[in-house]
């Protein structure tokens, strides 16, 4: 399970390098390698934490000795997790509701980050140990991501490009305007052709 982890969140990490740079299709490796991760951690936070091995995590004797309590605090804070991942995903493609996604990934974050200090304090358990690890990584992650301005990765991204930022952040903030969309979809074609021109002109 360990090692599924740390290729889906390689992944993941590439992806969205990648797509900071606007690399062809890395958008939709974005998608896919976020999103696989989000469900990973979603769905299978009870034996990632617990060290069950993928073949026995359908074994129910390989649960037991663990509490309730620790099983539902591993789902819970993979639910915190997968949240965290879809608020930076949203931040990454500036999609609506990041910050709320972000902020209810947090709030379960901290009180992870809580219990696993309370514990570690009280034993020195791998388990609690590697709980915390684990929220530390992600506790940076959200607060990078809720600290970041709302167009930071557009501006970054089509940085050569302001007319096209100008007009997509106009259509942002009036969704309903039909002329501020038809703006924006011109200024995309204008870039897309200065775009084609650089690629095909001589160094």
Do not use: H
């Not at 889906?8 to 696989?36: E, K, R, W």
């Amino acid at each position: 399970m360990r090692k599924i982890e740390i290729v889906l969140g390689l992944s993941a990490l590439i992806s969205a390098i990648l797509n900071l740079f606007d690399y062809p299709m890395s958008t939709q490796l974005l998608l896919v390698s976020i999103g696989n991760l989000s469900i990973f951690y979603m769905y299978f936070s009870i034996p990632l934490f617990n060290k069950i091995p993928f073949r026995e995590m359908f074994s129910r004797s390989s649960y037991t000795g663990i509490s309730k309590l620790r099983i539902i605090g591993s789902l819970a804070l993979g639910l915190s997790f997968s949240a965290s991942l879809i608020g930076l995903l949203f931040k990454l493609m500036i999609w609506p509701n990041a910050d709320l996604e972000l902020v209810i990934g947090l709030a379960g974050i901290l009180i992870a980050c809580a219990a696993a200090i309370w514990k570690c304090q009280q034993n020195n358990e791998s388990f609690y140990l590697d709980i915390f690890k684990r929220v530390v990584i992600f506790f940076v992650l959200v607060v990078f991501g809720l600290a970041l301005p709302k167009y930071a990765i557009l501006e970054f991204k089509f940085v050569d490009y302001p007319y096209y930022v100008k007009a997509f952040i106009e259509r942002s903030e009036s969704p309903n305007n039909p002329a501020l969309a038809e703006k924006v979809e011109k200024e995309r074609l204008r870039m897309l052709e200065e775009m084609s021109v650089k690629q095909n002109s001589p160094d």
